[in-house]
């Protein structure tokens, strides 16, 4: 599973919820171990998938390791998905509150297969994105977004954004995606 070196999915919880992710697990870039989650508009699409996402967050926690978000949206799947019922609401609460005070990086990925649209509105919870896009596209130039122009750069932005973030005290990850989010309700 390029960029991938080597993979473990995991598989749901004890009463049989898999979600439906692509892919949910650890995951290596040679020597770099991330807890990726690998979906699409789709996916989240209940409470119980939110559940599984917030103990994939909770595990890369207690592994003290970075999250790798692939073609999953949160942001607008959140705000789809909180309408559906208080349930679910509930559990989108959860989960967004566990990604604000993850102590770890957070980067995003879109591939050239997904709307690059998505990926603003991802940048409250994340500490870098990487977007693939023609040369062509218009983009504002921001320091925690990685534009390549293949798919075999994804690898090296990846990386190349946790390096950035690695020095940053786990304090100030949170602040800032606590900021980046007031500033999002103050402009809503």
């Not at 909180?82 to 609401?89: E, K």
């Not at 991802?122 to 293949?150: C, M």
């Not at 973030?165 to 500033?183: G, H």
């Amino acid at each position: 599973m390029p960029p991938f070196t080597q993979t473990i999915k995991l598989y749901g919880d004890r009463t049989g919820s898999k979600g439906t992710f692509r892919f949910a697990g650890l995951a290596w870039m040679h020597d770099t171990k991330v807890i990726l989650v690998q979906g699409d508009a789709q996916s989240l699409s209940n409470a119980a998938e939110w559940r599984c996402f917030l103990r994939l967050i909770t595990l890369a926690h207690r592994l003290k390791k970075p999250i790798v978000l692939w073609n999953l949206p949160v942001v607008h799947i959140a705000t789809v998905q909180r309408r559906t019922s208080l349930d679910c609401a509930q559990a989108i609460q959860n989960a967004e509150l566990e990604l604000l005070k993850l102590p770890y990086p957070i980067i995003t990925v879109f591939d050239e297969a997904y709307d690059s649209t998505y990926a603003y509105p991802e940048l409250i919870w994340n500490d870098g994105i990487v977007l693939v896009t023609p040369p062509d596209a218009q983009f504002s130039e921001h320091e925690k977004l990685k534009i390549v122009r293949y798919p075999t750069d994804i690898e090296s932005a990846i990386l190349e954004l946790l390096c950035q973030a690695a020095p940053i005290p786990a304090s100030e990850l949170i602040k800032n995606r606590q900021e980046s989010l007031r500033f999002a309700v103050w402009n809503a």
